[in-house]
C-alpha cells in the first residue's frame, strides 16, 4: 500500500489502520503551524478544511467491528 507524502508500506507489508492515521496526522502537520490566509473569511475557511483532513484520517484509526457467523 502506497500512501501520500511518501510512505509506503515498506516490503509490501500491509499498514494498519493505526499506521496509516499516524502517518496522515504527520502530513497534515507538515502543513504548518500557522495559517496562510490573511482574509479572517479565508483563515475560516482554511481552518474548516484543515479540521476535515483531520476528521478523515481519525475516522482512518477507528477499528470496523464485524460479526462472526
Known amino acids: 500500500m502506497r500512501?501520500?507524502?511518501g510512505h509506503s508500506g515498506g516490503d509490501g507489508a500491509d499498514i494498519t489502520a493505526e499506521a496509516a492515521s499516524k502517518t496522515k496526522?504527520?502530513?497534515v502537520k507538515l502543513l504548518g503551524q500557522?495559517?496562510?490566509a490573511r482574509d479572517?473569511?479565508?483563515q475560516v475557511a482554511e481552518?474548516?478544511?484543515r479540521i476535515a483532513i483531520l476528521n478523515g484520517y481519525t475516522a482512518l484509526g477507528i477499528p470496523v467491528t464485524?460479526?462472526?457467523g
Open 47 to 49: 481552518i474548516q478544511v
Open 40 to 42: 479572517f473569511d479565508r
Open 66 to 68: 464485524e460479526t462472526v
Open 34 to 36: 500557522r495559517l496562510m
Open 25 to 27: 496526522m504527520h502530513c
Open 3 to 5: 500512501l501520500p507524502c
